[in-house]
């Protein structure tokens, strides 16, 4: 059993910022790469920022500059900063990971439940 599990969502001011956790948890044998999604009212998810194992980094360009992906491999724990909050960036997010479980054969992508993420005056 595998479970991924985010925080740090919240209600913020335009300008604001906000650093949101992704915690895996569970009988994880490695994890490769990890990112963040995110999914307005009315509109599909969409990919916000990556990471991989080594750290190496990519970014939807919308959020480009303004947020910060990291990842704490010794706790299977990646953060999202976000920083310069805009009001087009409410939305819930959404975190996933690609891994493979202890005994496991193949990685497999397991996601989050999400987090509100409001910003708002």
């Known amino acids: 059993q595998v479970q991924l599990v985010e925080s740090g969502g919240g209600l913020v001011q335009p300008g604001g910022s906000l650093r949101l956790s992704c915690a895996a948890s569970?009988?994880?044998?490695?994890?490769?790469?990890m990112g963040w999604y995110r999914q307005a009212p009315g509109r599909q998810r969409e990919w916000v920022a990556r990471?991989?194992?080594?750290?190496?980094?990519n970014y939807a360009d919308s959020v480009t500059g303004r947020f910060t992906i990291s990842r704490d491999n010794a706790k299977n724990t990646m953060y999202l900063q976000m920083n310069s909050l805009k009001p087009e960036d409410t939305a819930v997010y959404f975190c996933?990971?690609?891994?493979?479980?202890?005994?496991?054969?193949?990685?497999?992508?397991?996601w989050g439940q999400g987090t509100q993420v409001t910003v708002s005056s």
């Open positions: 996933n990971a690609d891994l493979k479980i202890k005994g496991g054969t193949y990685e497999y992508r397991y």
């Open positions: 569970g009988s994880i044998f490695s994890i490769n790469r």
């Open positions: 990471i991989t194992s080594g750290g190496s980094t």
